[in-house]
């Protein structure tokens, strides 16, 4: 029998985490995945996406925040940054999933085009966005996200589903519940290859952070 868990991965297609060959390698192979802001850390750090017993990889998240700012150009710089002092201390290596996540941000499109420049240079690079926050995406837990297109509602709507809600502050959130927040996400039929300067000029909220959790969920073999 096919699990919840597994029948939601596979609708939402392979993993490009399980696919690659990279080779025989000595140390587990790394997730790391770096954040703009404490509560999307706080996200990737709940104990579902940690791996289990002898799983062959490991996860690393990062609060990364710039002292810059939080618009693209300044993300972008310490994910470079923070790329090359774990490529020194041999953390990262090649073949190693490297992920962005960040939010809209009330950004311009154009200061999008350079993290999908960055992405687009290596098979192992990836953004993780939501538009209008990322609290959109934790949204998708509970319900859908028709109609919820603004910062203001978003906070509304998961503030009636979560009324304890404190941003940087942890959801009980179950795994069912990341499955429903996989299946509503497949409904947006976003391809993983699309740039998000595009996804940015689309109309209503999406989000591409279910590619992340997809990918976490495979790998460390959550079943």
Wanted: proline share 3%.
């Amino acid at each position: 029998m096919i699990s919840k868990s597994k029948s939601y991965r596979r609708k939402l297609g392979g993993s490009h985490a399980a696919s690659r060959s990279v080779g025989t390698r000595a140390i587990k192979k790394l997730f790391i995945i770096i954040t703009e802001g404490e509560t999307e850390r706080v996200y990737f750090t709940m104990d579902i996406f940690k791996p289990r017993r002898n799983s062959d990889v490991k996860v690393k998240v990062i609060c990364e925040k710039s002292k810059d700012g939080s618009d693209p150009e300044p993300v972008l710089s310490s994910m470079k940054n923070k790329i090359k002092s774990l490529k020194q201390t041999n953390e990262l290596r090649s073949g190693d999933s490297a992920w962005l996540v960040l939010d809209d941000d009330d950004s311009q499109s154009e200061e999008f085009q350079a993290l999908d420049a960055w992405a687009a240079e290596r098979h192992d690079r990836f953004i993780a966005y939501t538009k209008p926050q990322f609290e959109w995406w934790l949204l998708l837990h509970y319900r859908d996200g028709a109609g919820i297109v603004t910062k203001s509602k978003c906070l509304a709507a998961l503030h009636d589903k979560q009324p304890n809600y404190q941003k940087g502050k942890a959801l009980p959130i179950t795994l069912d519940e990341v499955n429903n927040a996989l299946s509503h996400a497949d409904e947006l039929r976003i391809q993983r290859d699309t740039p998000i300067a595009e996804l940015h000029e689309k109309a209503g909220a999406l989000t591409t952070v279910h590619f992340l959790v997809h990918d976490l969920l495979t790998a460390i073999g959550v079943q």
